[in-house]
């Protein structure tokens, strides 16, 4: 079955800096990529998500890209603020068969003010 | 308000009981879904269903049971089975539809504490 990674596991940021999480998965069936935040105590809220036939796509501050080759996505977040501050989860999923997401295992992003 | 609602948001209990965890739905979404969330370990797919009266299994499957009778409820049992039960426990759904897959929403999660 899919295997997402996650790396890091904890960042640490000043405030205005940018951040990038990497994730990487096994299966090169998967074809839909999302992002979740998720602050203490609560479910976690899609911020981005990507599709298998885009290389790039933006949100404002957030930007997730795509390497199909080399099966791994990165999002990056530009001009961080302390409310970015949160766990984030990549994961993947495929469009056939079993359509349940695979999550990595996150990253705690901190902003430092 | 279209959502998901898990309830309780705390649950306590004693070794060796059976307890259940409810998860409703107004989104008129086919798809529904458990993940167990435990520190450091990310989410990991316990039970998830396509459609009414049919499920499957997940990659944590054992010692828990679910059922879904009707659309907008896909309620989890934990059993006693289930050797180690204290996490943080999210449901979430999704259209399910086509071939595409689309956003899943999620609960705002019950914490369940074997004591």
């Known amino acids: 079955g899919e295997n997402v990674e996650q790396h890091p596991s904890t960042l640490s940021v000043q405030e205005g800096d940018s951040a990038v999480i990497k994730c990487t998965y096994s299966?090169?069936?998967?074809?839909?990529f999302p992002w979740y935040k998720q602050e203490l105590g609560k479910g976690p809220q899609l911020i981005i998500d990507?599709?298998?036939?885009?290389g790039e796509k933006k949100d404002q501050r957030i930007a997730v890209t795509l390497n199909k080759t080399a099966k791994h996505f990165s999002l990056h977040i530009t001009e961080t603020q302390p409310e970015d501050s949160a766990v984030y989860f990549c994961?993947?999923?495929?469009?056939?068969?079993?359509?349940?997401?695979?999550f990595g295992s996150g990253t705690r992003l901190q902003v430092q003010p | 308000d279209g959502g998901i609602t898990q309830s309780p948001k705390y649950l306590f209990r004693k070794e060796g009981q059976n307890v259940t965890l409810s998860c409703e739905q107004n989104?008129?979404?086919?798809?529904m879904y458990w993940y167990r969330q435990d520190p450091g370990q990310g989410l990991r797919l316990i039970y998830y269903?396509?459609?009414?009266?049919?499920?499957q299994k997940g990659d944590i499957a054992e010692g828990y049971s679910v059922s879904r009778e009707k659309k907008e409820s896909f309620p989890l049992t934990v059993t006693s089975a289930q050797k180690n039960p204290t996490a943080f426990y999210l449901c979430?759904?999704?259209?399910?539809?086509?071939?595409?897959?689309?956003?899943?929403?999620f609960g705002q999660g019950t914490r369940l504490t074997v004591v």
């Open positions: 979430a759904s999704s259209i399910g539809t086509g071939t595409m897959n689309t956003e899943a929403f």
């Open positions: 299966d090169s069936a998967s074809n839909y």
């Open positions: 990507i599709r298998s036939n885009v």
């Open positions: 994961a993947a999923s495929i469009g056939t068969g079993r359509r349940a997401l695979t």
């Open positions: 989104l008129n979404h086919d798809a």
């Open positions: 269903s396509q459609i009414v009266n049919d499920f």
